[in-house]
């Protein structure tokens, strides 16, 4: 068994607005665990457990399903920073809600990959994010925190080229299946 999430990478513009960010936080107050630990910045649409069997056709379906997308040009638009408040803060990307996430969100979903859907992505509790930061945010800095990357522009928009799985643990860095 394996925690696998099915996300879509960041591009162009976005993509670097996000790395930019993430470099001034750890160069500046030492916020790296998100930096450090994620394969590429991402919007993750659905994770949880998968076995082996189901994993393999999720491969073999998500390459299928990156065969359409590099051809329908999918735009997603970011809307700026928001933020989660606990005591270590998560400092997000959002992005607008358009059809296509509904779509391959659906998509997977009806295919059953999974044994177990983690709460954050069930429809429930889910919406369209990237985190920047978590886990070594503080909540008694997060003001100064906000302020070292207000200047860049998290308002973007950005071609969806593929839909990515990568393999995640709370007791390795993110690994990138495809």
């Not at 928001?82 to 009806?110: C, T």
Request: with cysteine; aromatic share 10%; charged share 30%.
């Amino acid at each position: 068994m394996k925690n696998i999430s099915i996300n879509i990478p960041l591009a162009g513009k976005i993509l670097s607005n996000v790395l930019l960010a993430q470099k001034i936080l750890d160069k500046k107050i030492d916020i790296n665990f998100k930096k450090n630990n994620q394969n590429n910045p991402h919007i993750n649409l659905l994770s949880g457990i998968i076995n082996k069997k189901n994993l393999e056709r999720l491969i073999t379906d998500t390459k299928e399903t990156n065969s359409i997308i590099r051809k329908k040009k999918y735009e997603i638009k970011s809307n700026g920073i928001g933020v989660l408040i606990f005591e270590n803060p998560v400092i997000y990307l959002r992005y607008y809600k358009n059809d296509f996430f509904n779509l391959i969100r659906e998509s997977f979903k009806d295919k059953k990959y999974f044994e177990n859907i983690d709460k954050t992505t069930s429809n429930l509790l889910w919406f369209p994010k990237t985190t920047i930061a978590n886990k070594d945010t503080n909540i008694k800095i997060l003001s100064d925190t906000l302020e070292l990357i207000d200047k860049i522009n998290f308002y973007e928009t950005f071609i969806v080229k593929q839909i990515c799985l990568i393999e995640f643990s709370s007791d390795y860095p993110e690994k990138k299946i495809i």
